[in-house]
C-alpha cells in the first residue's frame, strides 16, 4: 500500500475516503459542503469544535476530538461543516471505515510531512469483542517512539462515550498501568479519555425539532400549525425528536402529502 502514490492532489480535493474493498484512498469529488447556519440546537458543540480546529490550523494546542450521544442530533453534520469553513485555510478530511484503523500509521507516515492540514475522521466508533483496532488508535493519538505528527487530528462520532465493552475497557486500563511507575497514582483511563475534547449531545427537544422542521420547510407556502402537527405525528412514529427525522419528514411530506 503505498498512500504517496494514490496520485490525490490535496490542493484541489478537499476530502478523500479509504475504500476498503478496492483498498485505495479516493478521492471526493462531489463533496457536500454544509452551511454552519443550518444545525440547530448545538451551538455550544459547534465553537467548541470550531476553536478546536482553528487552533489546529494555526499550529497552536488542539486536541483529538469525540463527539457523542443521541442518534441524529447532528454530530456528523457538524463534522461536515468543518469544510465549508476551513478547507480554503488548508483543511482536508479522511474518512475512515472503524474496521480499517489498522491503516491509520500507513495514512499518518504519509501526512506527516504535508504542509495541508487532515482530520481523520471515523464514523460510529465503538468496539466489539475480538476487535483490536483500538491499539493503533490510541497509539496513533498518543505516539509511541515516534512523536504524532503535528499536521493531523483524529475527530470520530459514537452513539455512546463508553467505546469498549467493560472487560475491554479494563484490559486497556491494565495496559496502561504497566507503563507507569509502581508506585505512580494511577488513574483508570478509558480510550474515551485519549480524545482530548469530548462533546456531548442531549436528545433533541421538541422546539429544536419543530425550528428544523420549519426551516426546512422555508419558503413554502405552507399552514405552520398543520405543518407542526403532521411533523409531531411523524417524530411519534419515528421514536424520538432529531434532525435526521425533520429531514425523512420533508421528504414524506413531498412524496405524500
Given amino acids: 500500500m503505498a498512500f504517496g502514490k494514490t496520485g490525490i492532489d490535496w490542493r484541489s480535493t478537499i476530502a478523500a ?32 469544535l470550531y476553536k ?18 443521541a442518534r441524529g ?10 469544510l465549508t469553513r476551513y478547507h480554503s485555510y488548508g483543511l482536508r478530511i479522511i474518512e475512515i471505515p472503524k474496521a480499517d484503523l489498522h491503516l491509520l500509521p500507513d495514512i499518518t507516515d504519509d501526512l506527516r510531512e504535508h504542509h495541508h492540514h487532515f482530520i481523520l475522521y471515523c464514523d460510529d466508533l ?69 480524545f482530548g475534547l469530548s462533546l456531548s449531545f442531549a436528545p433533541m427537544d421538541k422546539e429544536t425539532y419543530l425550528a428544523i422542521v420549519d426551516q426546512l420547510f422555508k ?20 421514536g424520538g425528536y432529531s434532525g435526521r427525522t425533520a429531514r425523512h419528514f420533508l421528504t414524506h411530506y413531498q412524496i405524500y402529502m
Avoid at 480546529?53 to 488542539?62: A, C, D, Q, V, Y
Avoid at 442530533?73 to 468543518?82: A, P, R, S
Avoid at 495496559?175 to 497514582?185: K, M, V
Avoid at 405543518?227 to 411519534?236: D, I, N, T
Fill in 219 to 238: 419558503g413554502k407556502t405552507i399552514d405552520r400549525s398543520a405543518l407542526h402537527e403532521e411533523a409531531l405525528r411523524f417524530a411519534a412514529d419515528r
Fill in 17 to 48: 475516503v479509504w475504500r476498503s474493498n478496492r483498498h485505495f484512498l479516493k478521492p471526493i469529488t462531489q463533496v457536500e459542503l454544509i452551511a454552519p447556519d443550518s444545525l440547530l440546537g448545538i451551538d455550544e458543540q459547534k465553537a467548541l
Fill in 52 to 69: 478546536n480546529t482553528e487552533n489546529f490550523l494555526r499550529g497552536k494546542p488542539s486536541s483529538h476530538a469525540l463527539l457523542w450521544g
Fill in 126 to 194: 465503538t468496539f466489539e469483542e475480538g476487535q483490536t483496532e483500538y491499539r493503533l488508535l490510541k497509539s496513533t493519538m498518543e505516539g509511541a517512539l515516534e512523536t504524532p505528527p503535528t499536521n493531523v487530528l483524529i475527530y470520530a462520532t459514537s452513539n455512546r462515550r463508553a467505546l469498549l465493552p467493560a472487560h475491554m475497557a479494563a484490559n486497556l486500563n491494565r495496559d496502561l498501568r504497566s507503563e507507569q511507575a509502581p508506585d505512580a497514582d494511577h488513574e483508570y483511563l478509558s480510550l474515551a479519555d485519549y
Fill in 73 to 82: 442530533v447532528g454530530k456528523t453534520t457538524l463534522i461536515k461543516t468543518l
